[in-house]
């Protein structure tokens, strides 16, 4: 599990990404002011993913209007390692309907420009849902995964009662005793018994 | 209904064109809609915009609109397409290095899909066994035609898209830069960008993506689906004003004007003359080349192109399953052939034009395999699997 107990401004790795010179530092000026000291700028996209794993940041900051929040969304697709908070900034007229985002956990966490005062708030709140989301994540990825193994079983259950002619109970009192006598899991037995009767066909 | 404004984001692409012409020609004010576009930098801002409501309607990727409706890799808002806002558009350039190198295997211009592949396929092969890094292909998000397009014909060649090359996502106005760095070796995305860089020297078009599917789907106007339930009124006008800036785009004689409406910042801000090129079916595959006359490369009215075919919904779906992004489920289907809405768009148009009847057709790709969209496991079945 990872950390979430809230860092200090003075503790927290904060990583801007942004090629543009002028709106990164106008963020690490922000961010600098607002306490936090340990800010990094990334002003390269190549080799991004490398970089966040080798910077371990506890939270990314992008502004808005950087189109490569595309580029970060999808590297968080293809890979958990690198998923981070993202925390977002803007200077828009329409800032106030942006808060909408915000309470409809979009997972964009945006503020009126980078107002000292706002900045703590955000960024704790970008980590904050990160975490609650990610936890209800891997809840909904173990509940797949407890389906997936319950459909796996009740396939080599039936193969095993077609093919050695079995009552279903026979056949999962046999699954769980390869299982018990091998130490693995019953659903990988079954995954084997699925697979070797695959190559049989 | 003009005392409201109906907001729309877009990127700046060309085939945003039916929004700009739907303004600035007076199609919207006709069908008494206060049209405002807003232009957005990053696909992901112009999903969250419209999930919350800051945008009543979006330039879309078609299977963005999917996937939000699935709720596939973030929040789950049902999304309604009523319109497809043209088909094609889109291109695969390769950096020059790898032209030669494709070259070299017996490529040539406009040599079609097949040869194209094979001659990419050698090459790739040739990296492998000299233990060089495989190459770097981008697209521009993992929900759309170009991921799709790309990967489609990779497989098709014999390439595994995971495992053969890598795909990265570049936003479109990086690309060229990217390109000219050797950060990437290709990429797939629409006009104007393969066309600036072949401009600028750094790329070369290798196949208009119209090669490896005739009049292809590609982006859709996407509403939340409970906007087009509270507005019907404002989703009909909105359907019939792009329309008819979309039959306006089409024409010929007004390829010129729209080129240089395009070219302003506030739209896609790229040179008049580039943009020109896809609009006017005549794109420059390489710097120095003649021009060449692509018919039906991009078709902003003409061949139902404004039609929302569900069936071009459920070959995205079809292509997210093959590709990993979401396990097959019967009940998927039904939701996504609820995304695209041909009966709002028969709704809206029924009585003025020839409207398609049907809301599937049969398509066929390069590769000869047909997609049928009522049997989407037999579809993915029949194509190459790859790792």
Partial sequence: ?201 | MSDVTTVVGFIPLMDCAPLAVAVEKGFAAGEGLDLRLVRETSWANIRDRVVVGHFDAAHMLGPMAIASTLGIGHLKVPMAAPLSLGLGGNAITVSLRVWDLMMAEGAALSAGPRALGEALRKVVRARERANKPPFTFAMVYPFSAHNYELRYWLAASGIDPDRDVRLVVIPPPLLVDAMREGQIDGFCVGEPWNSVAVSVGVGCIALPTTAIWKQSPEKVLGCRLEWTQRYPDRVQALVRSLYKAALWCEQPENHSELARLLAEPRFVGAPAEILLRGLSNRLCLQRGEEVERLDGFYLPASHAATFPWVSHALWFYSQMVRWGQVAFDPEHVAQVRATYRPDLYRLALDKTTNVPSADTKLDELFDGVRFDSDDLPGYLAALPSCS
């Fill in chain 1, 1 to 201: 599990m990872p950390d979430v107990r809230p860092k200090t401004e003075a503790s927290l790795r904060v990583l801007i990404v942004d090629q543009n010179v002028m709106r990164a530092s106008i963020l690490e000026e922000g961010l600098r002011e607002a306490g936090y000291h340990n800010v990094t700028v990334l002003r390269e996209m190549h080799n991004l993913m490398r970089r966040i794993v080798d910077i371990d940041p506890d939270v990314i900051v992008i502004d808005l209007e950087n189109p490569n929040r595309d580029v970060l969304e999808q590297m968080f697709q293809v890979s958990r390692v690198v998923r981070r908070p993202i925390a977002m900034f803007v200077d828009r007229s329409d800032t106030d309907m942006i808060v909408a985002a915000v309470d409809a956990g979009v997972g964009s966490y945006v503020v009126d420009g980078l107002k000292k005062e706002r900045v703590k708030a955000v960024l704790d709140m970008a980590i904050s849902r990160f975490h609650a989301f990610n936890k209800l994540r891997e809840e909904l990825d173990s509940a797949r995964q407890a389906l997936d193994e319950r459909k796996i079983v009740e396939r080599a259950k039936g193969i095993l009662m077609k093919q050695r002619g079995m009552s279903e109970e026979a056949a999962y009192a046999l699954l769980r005793k390869a299982a018990m006598n091998e130490n693995r899991r019953i659903s990988e037995v079954a995954q084997s018994v699925v697979t070797a009767s695959s190559l049989f066909k």
